[in-house]
């Protein structure tokens, strides 16, 4: 029997990523298919309670168990930014390329390009609330490559890899990335 899950995200790529990870067993439905079409806002200052607040938002206005992510690119030379506030990096807008524009602006002449993706989700099913992550190191390149995946995926190459993530299709990219990672506990979580 198919399980029904809320994934709290109108981003196509983000949906498409999950449902190919978590596969066949669930029917992941995103926020328009629960007739969701607020803008949850994401008002803190870490992944972990920004992923809290979507999952949360849903099961209470919704009544549906739902987990939800927020991912960050953390760069050493930056101290961590992006961070938590890597989807507005240079804005309000969620602009990818003003984005990848302003983290190559910001490490121009750096030579420590090292840096980690991370995504935690938080799953709400009924009163419980669990958390858990997926990181994936690499580092910053100079320039953009490849046309798949989407944020900073163009600049970011893998520990391990010569490719960038948006040089690998979505296949190779879901076998090793950070939300991966996350998916994949999250799965262990929901079938056991």
């Not at 849903?58 to 927020?70: L, P």
């Not at 002449?109 to 419980?128: K, P, Y």
């Amino acid at each position: 029997m198919t399980r029904k899950i809320v994934f709290a995200t109108n981003n196509a790529h983000k949906l498409e990523e999950i449902r190919a990870i978590l596969g066949e067993d669930f029917q992941v439905l995103g926020l328009s298919d629960i007739g969701c079409n607020e803008d949850i806002p994401e008002t803190a200052d870490t992944l972990e309670g920004n992923a809290e607040i979507k999952a949360r938002y849903v099961k209470e206005h919704y009544g549906y168990d739902c987990f939800a992510d927020d991912t960050g690119l953390e760069v050493e030379a930056l101290d961590g930014a992006p961070g938590v506030y890597s989807a507005r990096y240079a804005g309000p807008g969620h602009d990818s390329a003003a984005n990848v524009a302003l983290l190559m602006k910001n490490l121009a002449g750096e030579s420590n390009r090292n840096a980690r993706f991370r995504t935690v989700i938080a799953l709400v099913e009924g009163d419980r609330l669990t958390l858990v992550d997926g990181v994936v190191k690499g580092r910053i390149i100079d320039e953009l490559r490849g046309d798949n995946g989407f944020g900073y995926d163009p600049v970011f190459v893998p520990e391990g890899y010569d490719m960038t993530f948006a040089e690998m299709d979505s296949k190779e990219k879901n076998s090793i990335s950070h939300r991966a990672r996350a998916t994949a506990k999250l799965k262990d979580i929901l079938v056991s």
